[in-house]
Every structure is written in structure tokens, then in C-alpha cells.
């Protein structure tokens, strides 16, 4: 009885001090290139991220999203589910060199999506919690590759940075951007 109380106790203590145990990357995706994003938001303790992904089940995979529709062909990522109810993180192709810290940003984004279709309140909070982990994870020292999404990625860190209660600028740029415009049927 001792030992099993103590293999219990031990057991516990590991999970507290070791976040790594908390989750299973395996659940989530099966590329490692995904993994080691997550693995990224995990050390840093990302754990609403980790809530959303498993209260929706939600899988994750690198995609060319213009298989689904050219129109979706330059977008970063998308969330959805497939004709069974799968809920999936759709991580365009075109990204899949960029780097991990970069991947967490767009995981972290696309985990905020639940609604069959986002509105203006539900993006905002995405492309705020994706600004706030790009500030949390961009390494001070390292040279980024410039693509798009690392152009974007600066851009929202900038307005997050340079917001506040009464001027939310990631809001605002979504609220006035012709994208989100037909995407949110905000006119």
C-alpha cells in the first residue's frame, strides 16, 4: 500500500513540475512541424489554448488551402470541421517553413475560433491572443524569415502593443478591413 501511495504521490508531483506530461501532442497532430509549435505554447504555459483545442477535439494539419477553394489559397489558416463533425486547424502549405514560433501564433489564433461562423467580437479575441503569443514567443536575437506572416505577425503586435480599453486597434483594423468586411457580413 506504501509503495502505491508513493508511486501516486510521485506521480502527481511529475505533473505539476512538468507541464510536458499535461498533454499529449499526439492527440492534436501528427506533424511534427505542429508539435513542436504546441510544444512551444505549452512551455509557456498557453494553457487556454490547450482548453480550446481539447474542448473542440480539434486536429491539426499543414493544408494547400486552395484545394478547399482559390479563394482561400492566401489565407494563413482557417478552422472548420469536416463532413463527419471533426473539428480541424487548417495551417496553409505556404507556411510550413516558417518557424515555430510563428506556427504557435496561427495555432493559437485559429483555437479561439468555435463559432460555425466568427464575428467581429470572436476575431478580434483571435488576432489579439495571436498578437499577444507572437510578443510572448518572438526570440529578441533571432533573424525571421520576412514572409507575410511574420509581416503580419509584427504588424499585430504593434496594435496590440499601441491599444487600450477605449482604442482596441486590432478592432478596429479588423471592423474596417474589406476581408473581414465580407467574411463578418459587417455591412
Not at 501532442?25 to 512551455?43: P, S
Not at 504588424?155 to 482604442?167: F, P, V
Request: charged letters at 25%; aromatic letters at 12%; hydrophobic letters at 35%.
Amino acid at each position: 500500500m506504501k509503495k502505491f501511495t508513493l508511486i501516486l504521490l510521485c506521480s502527481f508531483l511529475l505533473s505539476i513540475a512538468s507541464p510536458a506530461f499535461a498533454y499529449n501532442m499526439n492527440h492534436f497532430t501528427d506533424d511534427f512541424k505542429v508539435a513542436d509549435a504546441l510544444l512551444l505554447l505549452e512551455k509557456i504555459g498557453a494553457t487556454e489554448i490547450f482548453d480550446n483545442l481539447q474542448e473542440n477535439s480539434v486536429k491539426i494539419v499543414f493544408y494547400d488551402l486552395a484545394l478547399l477553394s482559390y479563394s482561400y489559397r492566401n489565407d494563413y489558416a482557417i478552422s472548420g470541421e469536416n463532413n463527419f463533425g471533426e473539428r480541424y486547424i487548417l495551417i496553409n502549405t505556404k507556411y510550413r517553413k516558417c518557424s515555430d514560433e510563428e506556427i504557435a501564433c496561427l495555432i493559437a489564433h485559429e483555437s479561439c475560433h468555435k463559432a460555425k461562423r466568427a464575428t467581429l467580437t470572436e476575431e478580434t479575441i483571435a488576432t489579439q491572443t495571436e498578437a499577444r503569443y507572437w510578443i510572448k514567443l518572438k526570440k529578441p536575437n533571432k533573424v525571421y524569415q520576412q514572409t507575410d506572416l511574420n509581416k503580419r505577425l509584427n504588424n499585430l503586435a504593434y496594435l496590440y502593443k499601441h491599444s487600450d480599453k477605449n482604442n482596441n486597434q486590432i478592432q478596429t483594423r479588423i471592423a474596417n478591413s474589406p476581408f473581414y468586411k465580407q467574411q463578418l457580413a459587417l455591412e
